[in-house]
């Protein structure tokens, strides 16, 4: 057994039933993805359309099932290949990127599942929604919305950033939430995470670019 694998056993056992493991991929190589593809992960996390595009086509072929999740900040001139590579978008986070994910689904006849992100920690140099923004936008919002995602400030206790997400779901009758990363993903899971979105704890640490 890989080392990779033995890190997923140990985060699947900790997580159980309670959220769907997203193994994040971004910067690994298609070589050092197959082992975890065949202990059976099946959902990933991409944070480049171009990177998921030289790696992915070749994955899907030789393990069936996998359901792609851009976790990375979209631009609107890579909706196309976004919305044709990906199977989730838990990035949205501003009308123009929703209508441009709106006007290709229409135009490739593929629907995919959306999360709206939200910047929980008001973080210039972040993507997201202001929490203050959130409720207007998912009323007009023209893409099929799942839930909310967050990334907390790293150097802050993730737990309120959590709950506000969890608070802001609920209101608007959101079930799904994908919070928690590698080092805090345990905390998420006791704030009521759907989706965690695990990387480095699986992977190793990530190659120097």
């Known amino acids: 057994m890989s080392d990779a694998v033995s890190r997923l056993r140990e985060i699947e056992a900790k997580i159980g039933r309670r959220a769907r493991l997203v193994a994040v991929s971004k910067t690994f190589e298609a070589d050092e993805i197959a082992p975890v593809l065949e202990a059976g992960q099946r959902i990933f996390g991409e944070n480049r359309v171009q990177e ?13 099932g996998v359901e792609l999740h851009l976790i990375g900040p979209l631009q609107s001139n890579k909706a196309a290949e976004a919305v044709r590579h990906f199977d989730i978008i838990q990035t949205v986070d501003r009308p123009k990127i929703a209508e441009a994910i ?108």
């Not at 203050?132 to 893409?143: N, S, W």
């Open 102 to 209: 709106a006007r290709e689904m229409a135009k490739q006849g593929k629907v995919l599942s959306c999360f709206v992100q939200v910047n929980t920690g008001r973080e210039p140099q972040k993507a997201g929604l202001m929490p203050e923004d959130v409720d207007a936008f998912l009323k007009t919002c023209p893409v099929p919305v799942k839930g909310l995602m967050c990334i907390p400030p790293a150097e802050e206790d993730p737990r309120p950033h959590f709950q506000m997400l969890k608070q802001m779901a609920e209101r608007n009758g959101l079930t799904e939430l994908s919070m928690g990363m590698s080092g805090d993903y345990e905390i998420a899971l006791e704030e009521g995470a759907t989706y965690v979105r695990v990387g480095s704890a699986i992977f190793g640490s990530r190659p120097k670019v």
């Open 52 to 64: 998921a595009m030289g790696k992915w086509p070749g994955l899907r072929e030789r393990f069936p």
